[in-house]
């Protein structure tokens, strides 16, 4: 039904930025709120950002001041723009969307993770 694309991960030293971006395509009639989680091994899955459908956003506190969570409805996009990274950064990050979808149902789905190493 719909389905999430996911870019921009990678391999970066301490300080450097990245910026991911999530792009949802699909049956939908709208996109609710739209997530980024991360999972890093041998931990869970954690919430970083989210944004509402209005441009409110919230964020985890290891990440506040450095982490910026932004969307394109137009395309149907949410990106995590992450400065300052830091080692303890790396994980999996996963987007995350609710839609509302052609049935007025709303549903979650998740994209496939894109790796996010920080490293020196």
């Known amino acids: 039904q719909v389905q999430l694309v996911e870019s921009g991960g990678g391999l970066v030293q301490p300080g450097a930025s990245l910026r991911l971006s999530c792009a949802a395509s699909?049956?939908?009639?709208?996109?609710?709120?739209m997530n980024w989680y991360r999972q890093a091994p041998g931990k869970e899955r954690e919430l970083v950002a989210a944004i509402t459908s209005g441009g409110s956003t919230n964020y985890v506190d290891s990440v506040k001041g450095r982490f910026t969570i932004s969307r394109d409805n137009a395309k149907n996009t949410v990106y995590l723009q992450m400065n300052s990274l830091k080692p303890e950064d790396t994980a999996v990050y996963i987007c995350?969307?609710?839609?509302?979808?052609?049935?007025?149902?709303?549903?979650?789905?998740w994209g496939q993770g894109t790796q996010v190493t920080v490293s020196s």
């Open positions: 699909g049956r939908f009639i709208s996109i609710n709120a």
């Open positions: 995350n969307v609710a839609v509302t979808t052609v049935w007025a149902q709303i549903f979650h789905y």
